[in-house]
């Protein structure tokens, strides 16, 4: 199966023709959430890209395989494998067990990016349920001599790695040397390690740590890097299509991973593509937890944060982390999100123009529509043209838009309708609804309050009343009635009630 999809892969620094391992699978890893605390809403574009691209693969025929995990465990304060575990840190701060804070989160995470549009991963496997695959994965990097036992911790062997030819820092263009100049004199509170740039495959527990398993190196957890590599492969073979994250993982998260497959008895760099999505920033800023500038996706939801000054809709959040490249940073600002607000209100007034271009009775098509119907048919050709080049969302949102504005026309003069076929009409509003709602899954939201219009209805229905506008009252009365609400005539006034 062929199709002109092109990826940026930033192991090679290059776009690729998109060519799965075993053609018509697909599988497409995520790496997802610590679930320590609430998610902001830079932790929303990862899965909002990756629903997108696997939407458009499904789209394009593959039979995709989409796994995004959750970590609960492994996941250090620092990126040196030292400090607290940042879920057992949060449990003791509340006095609760850590799987506690794990349930709490992971399923406020998933409420949240299921009304951001988002379609459940096809698996979501956590980390602490895969301890033995961790494990096993830790056993093989010692057989292959890259990596070393010590006081009940094992880490991985950087020098030893590249000694055998093996390039660690290929993913992030680190340079080993720079990594290991002086590590010798840089081990403080690190001893354990024999270079500075190892990295924990399993570290032992002290007394007082929350979380720990059984290993043949005795009690302790296994480090954060080594969950997606063990996960990935139990669900997506030795060598995946597509492993992504956020650029703040490349390194040393992915990098990581890499040395990992290729440390193992995989002997691969664990995906063939390696996608990264920017950052999110707030007035130029990287928004992240510790600089104490992010914005969770309930305060988006609700308005409560002081960087906005209202709330945005789950719908409008998603348009507004494509409409840009998911290569691109993207500020968030209330000027943004209110473009955001007015370019998805725009496709979905779009989506309810559909089904009412039909060419007026007595108006007969044009004898000749081949010109019509080109030009329609490259309208939509130019969207794909957009999600081909590295799924650009955005190319694909500002092609859409000038095939609503052809739509507007259309409807403002039905019977232009004429210069066009049926086939060729038919095409576009299938390709239309198809993009914006299965691929993009843009799909319309109310806007209404029922409450404020059950009022207003209210008072249509007294004002029926008063001036003995009995026919209207009854009107009023059974249409409310096939709402399965009644109208109470009180004493006091108007009521309402749901039908018995």
């Given at each position: 199966m062929q199709h002109p999809l092109s990826l940026y892969n930033t192991?090679?620094?290059?776009?690729?023709?998109?060519?799965?391992?075993?053609?018509?699978?697909?599988?497409?890893?995520?790496?997802?959430?610590?679930?320590?605390?609430?998610?902001?809403?830079?932790?929303?574009?990862?899965?909002?890209?990756?629903?997108?691209?696997?939407?458009?693969?499904?789209?394009?025929?593959?039979?995709?395989?989409?796994?995004?995990?959750?970590?609960?465990?492994?996941?250090?304060?620092?990126?040196?494998d030292e400090g607290e575990d940042k879920m057992a840190k949060a449990a003791r701060a509340r006095h609760i067990e850590p799987m506690q804070i794990a349930e709490q989160y992971a399923n406020l995470y998933q409420r949240h990016i299921e009304v951001l549009g988002c379609l459940p991963p096809d698996i979501q496997p956590r980390a602490t349920g895969h301890i033995t695959e961790q494990i096993q994965l830790i056993e093989e990097i010692l057989a292959n001599g890259f990596a070393y036992e010590v006081n009940g911790s094992v880490y991985f062997d950087v020098p030893a790695y590249n000694a055998a030819g093996r390039a660690y820092g290929k993913l992030s263009n680190r340079v080993v040397e720079e990594l290991l100049a002086g590590s010798r004199d840089n081990l403080a509170g690190q001893d354990e390690k024999r270079s500075a740039a190892d990295f924990a495959l399993w570290k032992k527990a002290a007394p007082e740590h929350l979380m720990h398993w059984p290993s043949p190196w005795g009690e302790g957890f296994p480090g954060w890097h080594l969950e997606c590599s063990a996960m990935s492969r139990k669900y997506l073979g030795q060598l995946s299509d597509i492993h992504g994250g956020g650029l703040d993982l490349m390194f040393p998260h992915h990098e990581c991973e890499i040395a990992q497959s290729q440390g193992s008895h995989s002997h691969s760099d664990e995906a063939r593509i390696w996608m990264h999505h920017n950052m999110i920033t707030v007035n130029g800023t990287k928004m992240s937890k510790s600089a104490g500038n992010f914005v969770t996706i309930s305060e988006l939801f609700e308005g409560t944060n002081n960087t906005l000054s209202q709330a945005y809709s789950p719908m409008v959040a998603r348009f507004f982390l494509l409409q840009a490249h998911y290569r691109s940073p993207v500020d968030i600002s209330d000027d943004a999100l209110q473009a955001s607000r007015k370019g998805y209100r725009k496709l979905m007034n779009g989506l309810r123009l559909l089904d009412k271009l039909q060419l007026p009775e007595g108006v007969a098509p044009d004898a000749d529509t081949e010109k019509g119907d080109a030009e329609l048919r490259k309208l939509v050709a130019d969207v794909f043209v957009g999600l081909n080049d590295d799924l650009n969302t955005a190319k694909a949102l500002a092609n859409l838009f000038n095939l609503v504005r052809k739509f507007n026309g259309f409807f403002a003069n039905l019977a232009t309708l004429a210069a066009v076929s049926k086939a060729a009409l038919d095409e576009a509003t299938t390709a239309y609804r198809t993009l914006v709602v299965d691929v993009l899954g843009l799909v319309d939201e109310p806007r209404a309050n029922a409450e404020d219009l059950l009022a207003l209805t209210l008072g249509f229905y007294q004002e029926a009343k008063t001036s003995k506008d009995y026919g209207k009252v009854d009107q009023i009365r059974a249409a409310l009635k096939g709402q399965g609400i009644i109208i109470k005539d009180l004493k006091t006034g108007i009521d309402w009630a749901y039908e018995e």
């Open positions: 192991l090679t620094r290059k776009k690729e023709l998109f060519t799965p391992v075993h053609a018509p699978f697909a599988g497409v890893y995520l790496c997802g959430p610590t679930v320590y605390s609430e998610a902001h809403i830079g932790n929303a574009r990862g899965p909002v890209v990756f629903d997108v691209l696997t939407r458009y693969l499904r789209h394009l025929g593959y039979t995709v395989r989409y796994v995004r995990n959750i970590t609960d465990v492994g996941h250090l304060e620092s990126d040196a």
